[in-house]
């Protein structure tokens, strides 16, 4: 036996991209089983220092990779991820598994439907590993918001992985899943790509169905892919794109083959560098990173200029009066009567709410509902809510401009590597303005890439933002790919 748990886990002793991984099964190198078998192992002896997984789905993960292998012994057609394992943040809903958006409120919560995304993952042959752990309702930048304990970095656990989706992105770069999905309202999927050293993809607003999302903030929430290298978050986008009756935002466009795109030379492209992304309170390590990636491009046969989004400065204040706004609406169900957290010491109706709202409720989730109803009151709406509107137009505007001229803009995806945990849970506004280079694609609904484009001295990761045009992750990819090949 002692054999055999070694063997198993030689399987993911090194990471793999899904092309090796499911060839591997298809032709009968590797069993699905033995592959999810390894992963949870792996899993059992990392995941008790880094907290990277909230709950397993062990059941249904064996279950489906008992199918795949049950195809391949037939030598029937393998679907496109057949057998691979992939986790799932936990603010998508997946029936039989809790989903607790990181919160108190929603602890031991079982949905009885699967998020649309997650479905598809399935259908394509994906074992889902289980739940990863999160900022409460994705409200956060470091992951240290969550109710069940921060996720350490696993480039270097004194560190933060980046929130909101922390799990998502430090269990690519701890290899306890080969890729997983998370989710970006202002930078919750790049941000902690880029401090975990991983791809990390926004999606075009629309791009993917945002049914089975717990909402945070519903004009800006994203569901998007985290993966090794960019070839794989291009085939996994590709997977769970597309139309969804279920959510009327999402999109009728249709779905190019993101992997095949990528693959494509990015000579010729036109690429947008704005001042406004290079400017004080960046880091110097992070500059030379990111210039060094531009260089990149130049000798890919890529053009450079300068364009400029003036608007940026306002980027954080008006992302954070909508995103609150946005919050303290969704959130107004979560009110201890139909489902998760009820308080135990309440004598009136009225009590029951208000007690269940503050125990249930992390700090940051508090702090969030109520700016915005402040913003949303009588005698404030105009003054703070519509106007943020307003300039969320003007910088959409912007970026169409700049797309006229360019195929892409590159920028920093954070102004600094990642930070020391608690170095910023005592000042919120310092941590706001961690998001400061990510917060305008997704008020401008454009679509995005994080590519890892070099490291710090100390040897933690850096990532460069690419940017394109709505519906243009196409681009995205090749560009990122340019990059990638770069590091390579």
Request: with cysteine.
């Amino acid at each position: 036996m002692a054999g055999e748990a070694k063997t198993a886990e030689n399987l993911v002793e090194k990471p793999q991209t899904l092309e090796a991984l499911r060839a591997g099964i298809v032709a009968g190198r590797t069993r699905a089983t033995e592959l999810a078998a390894s992963y949870y192992e792996r899993i059992e002896k990392k995941n008790p220092r880094l907290n990277i997984y909230l709950s397993l789905t062990k059941e249904r993960a064996l279950e489906q990779a008992a199918r795949m292998d049950a195809l391949a012994a037939k030598g029937d057609p393998l679907p496109p991820l057949a057998g691979i394992p992939i986790g799932i943040k936990d603010v998508l809903v997946m029936q039989g598994a809790p989903s607790t958006a990181g919160s108190k409120i929603l602890e031991g919560y079982q949905p009885p439907y699967d998020a649309t995304a997650v479905k598809k993952l399935e259908a394509a042959g994906a074992v889902l590993l289980g739940k990863l752990n999160c900022d409460e309702f994705a409200m956060g930048s470091s992951n240290e918001n969550s109710a069940y304990g921060p996720v350490l970095n696993p480039v270097d656990p004194e560190r933060v992985p980046g929130g909101s989706s922390g799990g998502s992105a430090a269990a690519v770069a701890a290899n306890l899943a080969v890729a997983t999905l998370g989710t970006d309202t202002g930078g919750s999927i790049r941000q902690p790509a880029s401090f975990c050293g991983v791809v990390g993809v926004l999606p075009t607003y629309g791009r993917v169905s945002r049914y089975g999302l717990i909402a945070y903030a519903s004009s800006l929430d994203r569901i998007g892919p985290l993966a090794g290298n960019v070839r794989d978050a291009a085939t996994l986008l590709g997977l769970i794109a597309g139309h969804d009756p279920s959510d009327a935002t999402s999109s009728p466009a249709p779905v190019p083959d993101f992997a095949a795109e990528s693959d494509k030379p990015a000579a010729g492209l036109r690429i947008g560098v704005p001042a406004e992304y290079f400017a004080e309170g960046l880091d110097s390590e992070v500059r030379a990173a990111v210039e060094s990636g531009i260089a990149a491009l130049e000798a890919a046969g890529c053009s450079v200029k300068p364009v400029s989004l003036p608007h940026t400065k306002y980027a954080v204040p008006t992302y954070y009066l909508i995103a609150t706004a946005e919050a303290s609406a969704n959130l107004a169900r979560f009110d201890g009567v139909r489902y998760g957290y009820r308080s135990p010491s309440s004598e009136t109706l009225a009590a029951m709410y208000s007690n269940s709202r503050d125990q249930g409720f992390g700090a940051e989730v508090k702090r969030r509902i109520l700016l915005g109803t402040y913003a949303l009151s009588a005698g404030y709406y105009d003054a703070y809510y519509l106007k943020a509107q307003q300039v969320r137009r003007l910088l959409a505007e912007e970026f169409l401009r700049a797309f006229a001229e360019v195929d892409a803009i590159v920028t920093p995806t954070s102004p600094v590597p990642a930070f020391r945990l608690g170095e910023k849970t005592g000042d919120p506004v310092s941590m706001y303005l961690a998001d400061i280079y990510t917060v305008t694609a997704s008020l401008a609904g454009i679509c995005g890439v994080s590519v890892p484009c070099g490291a710090t001295k100390a040897g933690l990761p850096v990532g460069m933002q690419i940017l394109a045009a709505h519906l243009k992750e196409a681009t995205a990819f090749r560009v990122a790919r340019a990059v990638e090949a770069a590091q390579a």
